[in-house]
């Protein structure tokens, strides 16, 4: 299961998932292009709005069991703090946050029940670093890395990992947009806060998605694995 599979970073996870074989089902609220990949991929496609946590947390309950869940949608922040609203928080958090709860909540019986879950979430570098102009953004990306620690402690029991991903600027939909009210200048400071100076891909996100699904990393939980450049590191 993959919240946010039909665009960017989601939609690389859900196509690395399928080329390895796995029985995949994308969330989505993108209902267009959900479609359009299930049809290509031969995927499974629910549609849904992931700011409605609790109709998101029954959907994902009556889909099935599920051996992995990658928590990839979220909606990025574009204000300082002190130019927000309440409504706009409490939307940020939840998709952002909430929804992670949501899923994890859905999906945890059936992999309590196996013995075997592997629980990957798409936080931010933001989340470790701060945001400047998406405070509430970062709080949530921290929240998602807390709350995942958490899971990996709760869970270890039942044979169930839980990691984060934590990606530096990539260059999907949504960083396009970002770029598109803030400037080229935007795009550059983004570039020359990695070390490698460049934009990371969703395949290469993906691929550390995969990894973490794998046998290979079933040693590794309570892990957050930066896919960002260097970002914070320094140049």
């Not at 046998?215 to 260097?230: H, N, R």
Request: aromatic share 6%; proline share 3%; charged share 20%.
């Amino acid at each position: 299961m993959i919240t946010g599979g039909a665009n960017g970073i989601g939609a690389a996870i859900a196509r690395a998932f399928i080329r390895e074989g796995a029985q995949t089902t994308i969330l989505d609220i993108d209902r267009r292009t959900g479609e359009a990949m299930a049809l290509e991929c031969g995927l499974s496609f629910i549609e849904g709005d992931i700011a409605d946590t609790e109709a998101l947390r029954a959907r994902v309950a009556a889909a099935g069991a599920f051996d992995i869940l990658v928590n990839s949608a979220g909606v990025d922040q574009h204000s300082f703090f002190g130019a927000t609203s309440p409504l706009e928080w409490r939307r940020w958090l939840a998709i952002n946050l909430e929804a992670v709860f949501a899923t994890t909540h859905a999906v945890l019986p059936a992999m309590q029940e196996a013995r075997f879950g592997r629980l990957i979430n798409i936080a931010s570098e933001a989340g470790r670093l701060g945001s400047l102009g998406g405070s509430v953004y970062a709080a949530a990306k921290g929240g998602v890395i807390a709350f995942t620690k958490s899971m990996a402690r709760e869970n270890a029991r039942f044979g169930i990992t839980a990691n984060v991903i934590a990606p530096g600027p990539i260059d999907t939909p949504m960083l396009r947009r970002a770029v598109a009210v803030g400037g080229e200048q935007l795009l550059d400071r983004m570039k020359c806060a990695t070390l490698l100076q460049r934009l990371g891909t969703p395949e290469e996100v993906a691929a550390a998605a995969v990894f973490l699904a794998t046998d290979a990393a079933g040693y590794m939980t309570g892990e957050t694995l930066g896919v960002s450049g260097g970002m914070g590191i320094g140049t």
